[in-house]
Nanobody, 126 residues
Framework: QVQLVESGGGLVQAGGSLRLSCAAS????????MGWFRQAPGKEREFVAA????????NYLGSLKGRFTISRDNTKNTVYLQMNGLKPEDTAVYYC???????????????????WGQGTQVTVSS
């Protein structure tokens, strides 16, 4: 069992930056691939980025490449999402998730993730 707690969300002006963190409990964090998803009001949950167990592979929603960066620190049981050049359309609740069965795969489909955090709100004003 893994518990995930996101932090770092908030209100930011367009063009600004935020870094989200997701802290995981337990000793097995390094065995999981990790992902970030987001959900805007009235929309379905959307893949944002994913990272393999050792950070060797990353994957991004195409439209976010170059603005968002996913990373992880296994010594701190934490995965990060650096978001730069934020736009109002990035406004959403951001969730981190852990996938235990294929740690070297950067899965984009939410259904394959086993554990989820509660989410952190990101609001970008224009």
């Amino acid at each position: 069992q893994v518990q995930l707690v996101e932090s770092g969300g908030g209100l930011v002006q367009a063009g600004g930056s935020l870094r989200l963190s997701c802290a995981a409990s337990g000793r097995t964090f390094s065995r999981y691939a990790m992902g970030w998803f987001r959900q805007a009001p009235g929309k379905e949950r959307e893949f944002v980025a994913a990272i393999s167990w050792n950070g060797g592979r990353t994957n991004y929603l195409g439209s976010l490449k170059g603005r968002f960066t996913i990373s992880r620190d296994n010594t701190k049981n934490t995965v990060y999402l650096q978001m730069n050049g934020l736009k109002p359309e990035d406004t959403a609740v951001y969730y981190c998730a852990a996938e235990r069965n294929y740690p070297d795969v950067t899965e984009t489909r939410a259904v394959f993730y086993d554990y989820w955090g509660q989410g952190t709100q990101v609001t970008v004003s224009s």
